[in-house]
């Protein structure tokens, strides 16, 4: 994986856009939210992918199957956006989706047009990320221990996101690449041994978390692709060994060395050890609730967040998501898409290539990345957040290039690329000019937020995310609710 091999150019992308991911849980603007902060940098991170496709021209990558079953669930968006009570959020959210495609088509055509030199940047790009959010980490707790008088914040110690689940969706999209050095034994132990130091310690990161979804996803990941092959195996090893470890390096940090310390942990992980549901049975409620209300075009893209629950402004599960806002019948394409592709996946797993050749590997773990992601989404809001989108972008376009399809796919037609091409475009401008529109504002609107409601804010597009006008609650197309 000789970073040198790849084309200058594509190299300085690559970087530039590790830069952005690394600057965006670094360093931000005075007065506003993180999660304010990585919308921003998503959306132009969007518009420079828009950008890109239209200089390079780049192909769609998809069978033609997935073409007109991608552009009917994009036109049914539309059509839920135009009925719905918000269609200007609507529309937002259609084009959020269209951006975060776009992203992952720039991705992919990157890497497919410039070769395995890129890969190396990847993986240098991930190890520098995770390693400089460790090394933040370790220097705050190490400040804690000296200036505590008798207790230490876990959750003061990871910066960088509005809420430590998001947190816990970094570490879940990342956990799985981090293996890499250990399958690819012709490393020395001088890199392969600093690498798995930095896998136990994102495990460790990943428990000090207290995210659950995180747990489920990577034991579920684990488990699904021990089951795929001999690398598979030897994957999910050595993320068991690395999770030991973090667990190891845990109980050092945040029990024994304490306890010596006569220091107390706040926030420890171990009080979120229950079988809570954590209030998403009444947010699952509210989106059975809507489906049934709308099981055809849905509420309307983003019109889960009309309803000020209290809780959230999302159901915290992709699918009822899905089917709340979009429609049953476009939940039913988008499971189509997902199950297409993990036929393929699978098949490409099972060949004796993935297990033996440098990408093959690469590809591994990159399914890793995304199997753990879709787990998570299940119980968490992780295909919402700003910060996992990039990632989720980032890793799916990557495997998307790995990618060979078994047949070749008679090509898009001049017709559907420019569509589709023109589509980015605009989409690319609308999340432009929502950005434009909202940010001078967004503090404003999150003190009236709080004195209208009182409580905590609901991050959905923006870290305020609830989107009804006044006191209007809508459910469905044409309807409200008090």
């Not at 136990?200 to 579920?220: D, F, K, V, Y």
């Not at 993990?342 to 399914?367: E, F, N, V």
């Amino acid at each position: 994986m000789s970073i040198a091999s790849g084309s200058r150019l594509a190299v300085w992308l690559t970087g530039l856009f590790f830069y952005g991911l690394w600057l965006l849980i670094t360093l931000r603007p005075a007065g506003m939210s993180w999660h304010d902060w990585q919308r921003a940098g998503e959306i132009l991170l969007c518009a420079a992918a828009a950008v890109y496709l239209l200089a390079s021209r780049a192909p769609l990558p998809f069978d033609q199957p997935s073409r007109r079953v991608l552009a009917a669930v994009t036109l049914g968006g539309l059509l839920s956006s135009a009925l719905a009570s918000q269609p200007v959020w609507g529309l937002t959210e259609v084009a959020l989706m269209a951006g975060c495609l776009t992203l992952v088509l720039a991705t992919g055509h990157l890497r497919r047009t410039n070769g395995p030199g890129l890969d190396g940047v990847l993986v240098l790009g991930t190890t520098l990320i995770c390693s400089l959010k460790l090394l933040q980490f370790c220097t705050a707790y190490l400040l804690s221990l000296v200036r505590s008088d008798s207790t230490i914040d876990l959750w003061q110690l990871m910066d960088g996101f509005a809420n430590l689940r998001f947190y816990g969706q970094f570490i879940t999209l990342t956990l799985p690449l981090l293996a890499l050095p250990m399958l690819q034994t012709h490393l020395g132990q001088r890199i392969r041994i600093p690498a798995f130091l930095l896998l136990a310690a994102w495990w460790m990161l990943a428990i000090a978390s207290g995210t659950r979804g995180t747990w489920l996803a990577m034991a579920t990941t684990m488990l699904i692709l021990a089951l795929t092959s001999i690398s598979g195996r030897h994957w999910a090893r050595w993320q068991l060994l690395g999770a030991l470890s973090g667990l190891g390096i845990f109980w050092l940090l945040f029990n024994i060395l304490p306890g010596w310390l006569s220091l107390e942990i706040g926030n420890h992980p171990g009080s979120r050890m229950t079988t809570s549901m954590s209030l998403r049975d009444s947010l699952w409620l509210q989106a059975w609730q809507m489906i049934k209300a709308d099981p055809w075009l849905g509420g309307g893209p983003m019109h889960f967040a009309t309803t000020n629950n209290g809780n959230a402004v999302h159901p915290h599960q992709a699918l009822l998501q899905w089917m709340s806002e979009w429609g049953i019948p476009s939940a039913i394409g988008l499971t189509w898409l997902l199950w297409h592709a993990t036929t393929g996946i699978w098949k490409k797993l099972r060949s004796q290539s993935t297990q033996t050749t440098p990408a093959g590997i690469l590809y591994l773990c990159l399914t890793g990345c995304l199997l753990a992601g879709l787990v998570q989404s299940m119980v968490d809001g992780i295909i919402v957040m700003p910060y996992s989108q990039l990632w989720l972008c980032l890793l799916a376009g990557w495997l998307l290039a790995l990618h060979t399809p078994e047949a070749p796919s008679p090509q898009a037609s001049s017709m559907e690329q420019t569509t589709w091409l023109t589509g980015s475009a605009l989409a690319a401008a609308l999340l432009l000019i929502v950005m434009a529109r909202d940010m001078p504002q967004l503090k404003e609107q999150q003190q009236e937020f709080r004195q209208a409601y009182g409580g905590h804010l609901m991050p959905r597009f923006w870290n305020q995310g609830l989107i009804a006008q006044g006191k209007q609650e809508t459910h469905q197309h044409g309807e409200g609710q008090q």
